[in-house]
C-alpha cells in the first residue's frame, strides 16, 4: 500500500495550493481520509477529515479556508488551501483508514507560506 501525497510547495501569505494523495496497492475499501500537518517544533495535529459518505470536519484554525474533497473512483484525497498564512507552514500527510480499520501514512508533503 502507498499513498503518494503531492502538491506541496512555497508560497506567497494569501496564495493557495492543492495537495493530492492517492492511494494505491490492496488497501482495501476506503473509509475515513484525513490531512494532518506538523510543523517544526510542534506535534503533528489534525486538519481535516472526509468521511466515506463525505462529511467533513476541519481544524478551528482552518475553517473557512480549507477545503477537503474525495474522488473514491481515483481513491484520491484533496486538500484546497485558500488565503495561506505563514503559521500554516508544516509538512503535511494524508490518513487513510480502510474497513478493516487499518490506517495508512503517507510520506509528506512541504507546505511553506513566506514572502
Known amino acids: 500500500v502507498q499513498l503518494q501525497a503531492s502538491g506541496g510547495g512555497l508560497v506567497q501569505p494569501g496564495g493557495s495550493l492543492r495537495l493530492s494523495c492517492a492511494a494505491s496497492?490492496?488497501?482495501?475499501?476506503?473509509?475515513?481520509m484525513a490531512w494532518y500537518r506538523q510543523a517544526p517544533g510542534k506535534q503533528r495535529e489534525l486538519v481535516a477529515h472526509?468521511?466515506?459518505?463525505?462529511?467533513?470536519n476541519y481544524a478551528d484554525s482552518v475553517k473557512g479556508r480549507f477545503t477537503i474533497s474525495r474522488d473514491n473512483a481515483k481513491r484520491t484525497v484533496y486538500l484546497q488551501m485558500y488565503s495561506l498564512k505563514p503559521e500554516d507552514t508544516a509538512v503535511y500527510y494524508c490518513?487513510?483508514?480502510?474497513?478493516?480499520?487499518?490506517?495508512?501514512w503517507g510520506r509528506g508533503t512541504e507546505v511553506t507560506v513566506s514572502s
Open positions: 472526509i468521511t466515506g459518505g463525505g462529511s467533513t
Open positions: 490518513n487513510v483508514d480502510n474497513s478493516w480499520n487499518l490506517s495508512y
Open positions: 496497492g490492496s488497501i482495501g475499501s476506503i473509509n475515513r
